[in-house]
């Protein structure tokens, strides 16, 4: 059936007010996800300074360092694959979005495969019981859960961006939650030198 | 000037991949070098790594200048 050239102007113009309604609120959007990271960087705050509290500066001489690098790595270079993401959506390349996308969760779903092999391996070590124990398990557990909610929030723009719509439209979505990814990220740079390196 | 904006963005991301690939063997180094006592260099090392994330990665520097897209 033929469109109207009045109502096809007029879908035009409520998708472009509708664009300009979505930019107009792009600075209240960010603010507000700068807030809750905030708050979420005064909890990881919290939990860090709980292991300076219980234990000093001592770390455990059976603690793998290079389990830790090898998770660092991991999460940097997802770090890079999600700006790729974020870069590709805001310059309307969808293939690239879709492909670091999916890179991106990939490297996430490896560094949380990772924390599973430390805690198999710290629970000889260090049970849940032990002062250290405690501390890396609830460190390295909810930064974990963290990561798993950023997977699936990638999981999401993911498929919702199949149809093109945030190559073609806003990008906020891609943009905050590629911003929650690096926060991840810069939470796990604190808390692999004070897990694994300090003395 | 959309390819000259993903060229400098595709820019930005090499040079911090060098950046935090440095600060992290940094991350290594320390400690073996100064098996005691290495809190403070570790904690300058991890801002310094969280700084470039924040200005380069997540562009805290929008909130000042909200219309600015890259």
């Known amino acids: 059936m033929a469109v109207a050239p009045h109502a096809a102007s007029h879908g035009q113009g409520q998708a472009a007010s509708h664009g300009g309604h979505a930019r107009a609120r792009l600075p209240i959007n960010r603010l507000g996800l700068w807030l809750f990271i905030l708050s979420d960087a005064f909890f990881f705050g919290a939990l860090l300074s709980t292991r300076y509290y219980l234990r000093g500066v ?6 793998s360092q290079l389990l830790g690098f090898v998770l660092t790595t991991v999460l940097l270079l997802s770090s890079v694959t999600a700006y790729r993401a974020e870069t590709f959506a805001i310059h309307r390349d969808q293939k690239g979005f879709r492909r670091n ?5 990939f490297l996430g779903l490896i560094f949380v495969v990772g924390v599973g ?39 999401a723009v993911y498929r919702l961006g199949k149809d093109g719509r945030y190559t073609q439209g806003s990008f906020w979505p891609v943009e905050g939650v590629v911003k929650y990814w690096h926060f991840v990220d810069v939470a796990w740079m604190f808390i692999f030198p004070t897990l694994y390196l300090v003395n | 000037m959309h390819t000259d904006g993903l060229k400098r963005a595709m820019r930005r991301m090499w040079w911090m ?6 600060l992290t063997l940094l991350d290594v180094i320390i400690p073996a070098l100064m098996p005691h006592g290495n809190v403070v260099f570790l904690g300058i090392v991890a801002a310094i790594e969280a700084g470039l994330v924040f200005y380069y990665f997540m562009h805290i520097g929008q909130l000042w200048h909200p219309h600015e897209e890259e």
């Open chain 1, 58 to 63: 001592h770390t455990p001489s059976e603690v």
């Open chain 1, 117 to 155: 092999v430390e805690w198999v391996l710290a629970f000889e070590h260090f049970p849940p019981s032990t002062e250290f124990g405690t501390i890396l398990f609830t460190t390295t557990g909810i930064h974990a859960f963290h990561v798993l909610t950023g997977i699936l929030g990638l999981t």
């Open chain 2, 17 to 22: 991949i060098l950046a935090l690939a440095v």
């Open chain 1, 101 to 105: 996308t999916l890179y991106t969760i």
